[in-house]
Nanobody
C-alpha cells in the first residue's frame, strides 16, 4: 500500500513558477513509477508527465515540454513537478499517481495507475 500526498500548489501569475511535491508513504516507493496528471473544471483528467523508478526515463505531454520538469528523490520518497513559464491554461487540480510497471505506451492512461493522491490546486492568473 502506498499513500500519496501532494503539496506546493497555489496562485501564480502567468509566466511564474511553482514546484509541486508528492510525498509517498511506505518503504516501497522506489519500486513505483510515478505520474503527474491534472484536471481542469469541466474537463477530463489528463496526463502531464511520468518518471520511471530510477529517474532515468521521463515522459511529457506536448503542451508542457520545455516548461515542466518531473524528478524524484527516492531517499525522500518524493516526486516533484517543477513548472515554469506557467500559462492560464495550466490552471487545474494536479494529482500524482503511482504504478508498478513502466510501459511508455500506457503511462498516459489514468486507469493504469494503482495509487492516487488527493490533488493540489494550481491557479494561473493572466
Amino acid at each position: 500500500q502506498v499513500q500519496l500526498v501532494e503539496s506546493g500548489g497555489g496562485l501564480v501569475q502567468a509566466g511564474g513558477s511553482l514546484r509541486l511535491s508528492c510525498a509517498a508513504s511506505g518503504r516501497t516507493f522506489r519500486n513505483y513509477h510515478m505520474g503527474w496528471f491534472r484536471q481542469a473544471p469541466g474537463k477530463e483528467r489528463e496526463f502531464v508527465a511520468a518518471i520511471n523508478w530510477s529517474g532515468g526515463s521521463t515522459l511529457y505531454v506536448d503542451s508542457v515540454k520545455g516548461r515542466f520538469t518531473i524528478s524524484r528523490d527516492n531517499a525522500k520518497n518524493t516526486v516533484y513537478l517543477q513548472m515554469n513559464s506557467l500559462k492560464p491554461e495550466d490552471t487545474a487540480v494536479y494529482y500524482c499517481a503511482g504504478r508498478l510497471f513502466w510501459d511508455r505506451s500506457t503511462m498516459y492512461h489514468t486507469g493504469s495507475y494503482d495509487y492516487w493522491g488527493q490533488g493540489t490546486q494550481v491557479t494561473v492568473s493572466s
